[in-house]
C-alpha cells in the first residue's frame, strides 16, 4: 500500500500564491504541466533549496549597483545593465521610487538595431551602419572600430569610418565620426569583412593653462604629458591626445582665457576662427 502524505492549508492571498507558483515554476516543481506549490515547500523542507534573507542589503550596496547598472548602459553593455536591473529588482528592500524607475528602464529598452552594434562592439566585428536622418539624408558608414561614448549627457556613437566625405574635422581625424544616438530612429546593422582598428584616429594637441586653471587642473586618461614649464612655476604644459577637435574645443573655450592652444596649427587656427566670429558678435575689431 501507498502511503499517503499529510496535507497542509496555506492562507495566502492571492497575489502570494502566484508569487509561489512563480517560484514553484522557476525551480521546476511541477505536476504535469502547472506549477505545483506542495512540491516546492517539501523542497524547501529537504533543504533541495536554500531560504536566505531578501531584505539585508545596504543602502550604499543598492546605491552602487544602481550607478553600476547606469554606466554600464551609458557605454552600451546593456546586457549586462539588464542583468543588474533584475537583481534590484528581486530584492524587497529596493525603494518604491527607484523600483519603479529601474522598472521604466528595462521597459525602455534599446531597439534591436542598437543591441546590434552593442554586441558587434563587444566581438571586435566590423560592420555596416545605414540611417537616414531627419532631414531624409540616407547615410552609410563602413565601421571598422566603435565605442560608445557620453557627451554632455547624450550618448553617441564615436567611430572610425571608411568614408570620409561630409566631416569637418581637420584632415588627419576625419575617419573618425561622433553620432548621436538619439537622433537615429531606425537603423540597418550589417557584419563586414575587414580587421577592427585598435582605436580612433588621434593627434597631439599641445596647451598651456594659466592662472588659477593652472593649479586646479586635473589630469586626463588622455594626457601625455602635465607639466609645468621650466622657467616659470605659473603656466602648466598639456600634451593630449585628441580623436575630436569638435568635443576638444568645446570644453577649452569654456575655459579663456586661461587655456591657450600652442600646436598644432591647424586646431589652433580653429580656436582663432571662433574668436574672430565671437569678436564680430560683440563688434570689437580683430587686426588678424
Same mark, same amino acid.
Given at each position: 500500500?501507498?502511503?499517503?502524505?499529510?496535507? =497542509?492549508?496555506?492562507? &495566502?492571498?492571492?497575489?502570494?500564491?502566484?508569487?509561489?507558483?512563480?517560484?514553484?515554476?522557476?525551480?521546476?516543481?511541477?505536476?504535469?504541466?502547472?506549477?505545483?506549490?506542495?512540491?516546492?515547500?517539501? #523542497?524547501?523542507?529537504?533543504?533541495?533549496?536554500?531560504?536566505?534573507?531578501?531584505?539585508?542589503?545596504?543602502?550604499?550596496?543598492?546605491?552602487?549597483?544602481?550607478?553600476?547598472?547606469?554606466?554600464? #548602459?551609458?557605454?552600451?553593455?546593456?546586457?549586462?545593465?539588464?542583468?543588474?536591473?533584475?537583481?534590484?529588482?528581486?530584492?524587497?528592500?529596493?525603494?518604491?521610487?527607484?523600483?519603479?524607475?529601474?522598472?521604466?528602464?528595462?521597459?525602455?529598452?534599446?531597439?534591436?538595431?542598437? +543591441?546590434?552594434?552593442?554586441?558587434?562592439?563587444?566581438?571586435?566585428?566590423?560592420?555596416?551602419?545605414?540611417?537616414?536622418?531627419?532631414?531624409?539624408?540616407?547615410?552609410?558608414?563602413?565601421?571598422?572600430?566603435?565605442?560608445?561614448?557620453?557627451?554632455?549627457?547624450?550618448?553617441?556613437?564615436?567611430?572610425?569610418?571608411?568614408?570620409?566625405?561630409?566631416?569637418?574635422?581637420?584632415?588627419?581625424?576625419?575617419?573618425?565620426?561622433? +553620432?548621436?544616438?538619439?537622433?537615429?530612429?531606425? #537603423?540597418? &546593422?550589417?557584419?563586414?569583412?575587414?580587421?577592427?582598428?585598435?582605436?580612433?584616429?588621434? =593627434?597631439?594637441?599641445?596647451?598651456? +593653462?594659466?592662472?588659477?586653471?593652472?593649479?586646479?587642473?586635473?589630469?586626463?586618461?588622455?594626457?601625455?604629458?602635465?607639466?609645468?614649464?621650466?622657467?616659470?612655476?605659473?603656466?602648466?604644459?598639456?600634451?593630449?591626445?585628441?580623436?575630436?577637435?569638435?568635443?576638444?574645443?568645446?570644453? &577649452?573655450?569654456?575655459?579663456?582665457?586661461?587655456?591657450?592652444?600652442?600646436?598644432?596649427?591647424? &586646431?589652433?587656427?580653429?580656436?582663432?576662427?571662433?574668436?574672430?566670429?565671437?569678436?564680430?558678435?560683440?563688434?570689437?575689431?580683430?587686426?588678424?
Amino acid at each position: 500500500m501507498s502511503r499517503k502524505g499529510q496535507s =497542509i492549508t496555506l492562507s &495566502v492571498s492571492e497575489r502570494d500564491k502566484a508569487e509561489l507558483e512563480n517560484l514553484a515554476l522557476e525551480f521546476g516543481m511541477m505536476w504535469g504541466d502547472r506549477p505545483n506549490i506542495s512540491k516546492l515547500i517539501e #523542497a524547501i523542507a529537504r533543504h533541495q533549496l536554500t531560504i536566505g534573507k531578501n531584505n539585508d542589503w545596504s543602502e550604499s550596496r543598492i546605491r552602487a549597483l544602481d550607478r553600476a547598472m547606469r554606466v554600464l #548602459a551609458d557605454i552600451g553593455q546593456n546586457e549586462q545593465a539588464q542583468i543588474i536591473a533584475q537583481l534590484l529588482l528581486e530584492r524587497s528592500e529596493l525603494p518604491i521610487p527607484l523600483r519603479t524607475d529601474i522598472e521604466s528602464f528595462l521597459g525602455n529598452l534599446p531597439p534591436q538595431w542598437r +543591441l546590434e552594434i552593442d554586441r558587434y562592439i563587444l566581438r571586435n566585428q566590423p560592420f555596416q551602419l545605414s540611417y537616414q536622418d531627419a532631414r531624409h539624408h540616407v547615410w552609410n558608414f563602413t565601421v571598422l572600430y566603435a565605442k560608445v561614448t557620453p557627451h554632455e549627457k547624450r550618448q553617441y556613437l564615436d567611430c572610425w569610418c571608411e568614408e570620409t566625405e561630409g566631416n569637418l574635422d581637420v584632415e588627419e581625424l576625419q575617419h573618425n565620426w561622433s +553620432l548621436r544616438l538619439d537622433r537615429i530612429q531606425d #537603423a540597418a &546593422v550589417l557584419p563586414i569583412a575587414g580587421e577592427w582598428r585598435s582605436g580612433l584616429a588621434e =593627434i597631439d594637441v599641445e596647451m598651456y +593653462l594659466f592662472a588659477g586653471l593652472a593649479f586646479a587642473y586635473q589630469p586626463k586618461p588622455e594626457d601625455k604629458i602635465n607639466e609645468w614649464l621650466p622657467d616659470t612655476k605659473k603656466v602648466r604644459r598639456v600634451v593630449r591626445r585628441v580623436s575630436s577637435t569638435f568635443w576638444f574645443i568645446r570644453e &577649452v573655450m569654456q575655459y579663456a582665457p586661461d587655456c591657450v592652444i600652442v600646436a598644432p596649427e591647424n &586646431v589652433r587656427s580653429l580656436i582663432k576662427e571662433k574668436l574672430k566670429t565671437l569678436c564680430q558678435h560683440y563688434d570689437i575689431d580683430v587686426d588678424s
